[in-house]
């Protein structure tokens, strides 16, 4: 993940914070909503750590081919990706 679980804490904090300050919520429990915008982070994060492993895989898979045809991991690497998140709808 790109970010320290503490950062992530923060960004929550600051993030609901700033809801409720602009009126878009209203709650009486602070920490309970940015516990759930934590969560909502964390698992948004996390997903591009997975689809990244899951592009690691796939080209791990077609390590020998692609040493064959001179293909590049990097771009190959960010075609699949693009494909992946395609296929998840995920937006990163």
């Given at each position: 993940?790109?970010?320290?679980?503490?950062?992530?804490?923060?960004?929550?904090?600051?993030?609901?914070?700033?809801?409720?300050?602009?009126?878009?919520?209203?709650?009486?429990?602070l920490?309970?909503?940015?516990?759930?915008?934590?969560?909502?982070?964390?698992?948004?994060?996390?997903?591009?750590?997975?689809?990244?492993?899951?592009?690691?895989?796939?080209?791990?898979?077609?390590?020998?081919?692609?040493?064959?045809?001179g293909a590049?991991?990097?771009?190959?690497?960010?075609?699949?990706?693009?494909?992946?998140?395609?296929?998840?709808?995920?937006?990163?």
């Amino acid at each position: 993940m790109l970010f320290s679980k503490e950062y992530m804490g923060y960004l929550a904090q600051q993030i609901t914070k700033k809801l409720i300050a602009g009126e878009f919520i209203k709650t009486k429990s602070l920490p309970a909503v940015a516990e759930k915008v934590n969560a909502a982070l964390v698992e948004e994060l996390s997903l591009a750590d997975r689809i990244n492993d899951e592009v690691r895989v796939i080209l791990e898979a077609y390590a020998d081919e692609m040493n064959q045809s001179g293909a590049s991991y990097q771009e190959m690497f960010r075609k699949v990706k693009a494909e992946l998140v395609r296929k998840y709808k995920a937006v990163l």
